[in-house]
Every structure is written in C-alpha cells, then in structure tokens.
C-alpha cells in the first residue's frame, strides 16, 4: 500500500510524542491538516537536523572567530596539526583533508600565510608541489582554538547521556554510509 492509499488513521504517529511542540512539530500537523494523505515523518528527522546544524554551525564559529579565524582557517590549520609533527602537508593531501577544491583552499591558505599562521615551500620529492606547513605562531593558535572547540562541542552535547550521544554517533555514521556522503 502506497502513503498515498492510507487512511490518516494509518500513518505513523510523531516521533516526538510526549516532547515539547517545536516549529517542526508545528509545520508537520499544518502539512498533515493540508495533506492528510501524504507522510510527512521524514520532517521529524530531516527538518530539526537542518535546524541544529545551523545552531551548531553558529555555536561553532562564534570560537573560530574568538581566535581570528573563519571556519575555512581553523579547518586547515587542524588538519595541518593532526598530521603531527612536523605538522605540514602537500597542498593536494591537505585539499583531500579539508574537503575542498584547490583553489578555495589556496585562498584560506594565502589568509593564513599573510597572519604568519603557515608556510609554503615546494616540495623537496616534487619540484611542482607545494608543502604547507604551520608555523610556530600558528599552532599555538591552533592548539588555543581547539582547546576551546572542545570545551564548546561538550557543551554542545552535554543535553544527552553518553549513552545517547553513542547511539547517536552510531546512527548518523550508519546515515552517512548509506547515503555515500562520506565517500
């Protein structure tokens, strides 16, 4: 039986019964008034996961910035940390790291060489290639801003139980995989 043949007796109750109404509560009963006959459940989950990783996003940059950097900055400069010493990478390596395109990361790279926060040399194994490497100046930044990054994330889910924030963890990695977002 297609969502379209079932009665609205037959579709599934909120997920959040017995939880505070929030807006996307709200928008589901005006969307079940409006269109009984279609399920509109996935906006349980998809509606208030896009309105937290807007909250967390704010909640996230609002330290960055406490420390001079963008989102884009801290990104490289913790990648360029986790490499360990001597904390560089190739500009190809650090682009696949961060996730984005060569030359958004040349652009945040260029920012945080003008801020004394790296270096760029070429490659001693590759002529073309271009190493990125910290600076002294910026992994103490680094090393301040994730210091307090973590602080701000365990804040950030200090509302659940370890248990919860497992189970959690848990499922969005198994989302993640089937939908190849983390390919």
């Known amino acids: 039986m297609t969502t379209a043949e079932r009665s609205v007796d037959d579709l599934p109750a ?58 884009g900055e801290f990104d490289v400069l913790a990648t360029l940390r986790r490499a360990g010493a001597p904390y560089e990478r190739v500009a190809g390596e650090l682009a696949q790291h961060t996730m984005v395109t060569t030359g958004a990361l040349t652009k945040r790279v260029d920012r945080l060489e003008q801020a004394g926060l790296v270096a760029r040399r070429r490659s001693a194994t590759d002529g073309r290639a271009r190493v990125v490497a910290l600076t002294a100046a910026g992994r103490e930044v680094i090393d301040a ?36 977002a983390d390919a």
Do not use: C, K
């Open 14 to 71: 909120p997920a959040t019964a017995g939880l505070p109404d929030d807006r996307v509560a709200r928008i589901q009963a005006e969307w079940h008034r409006e269109r009984p006959d279609l399920d509109v459940s996935p906006q349980a989950v998809i509606g208030r996961l896009h309105r937290l990783a807007d909250h967390l996003t704010t909640e996230l940059t609002t330290v960055y910035r406490a420390h001079g950097l963008g989102e």
């Open 145 to 180: 801003a994730f210091t307090d990054h973590m602080a701000n994330e365990h804040r950030l889910v200090a509302p659940l139980t370890a248990t919860e924030r497992d189970q959690l963890a848990g499922l969005l990695t198994r989302w993640i995989a089937a939908t190849g």
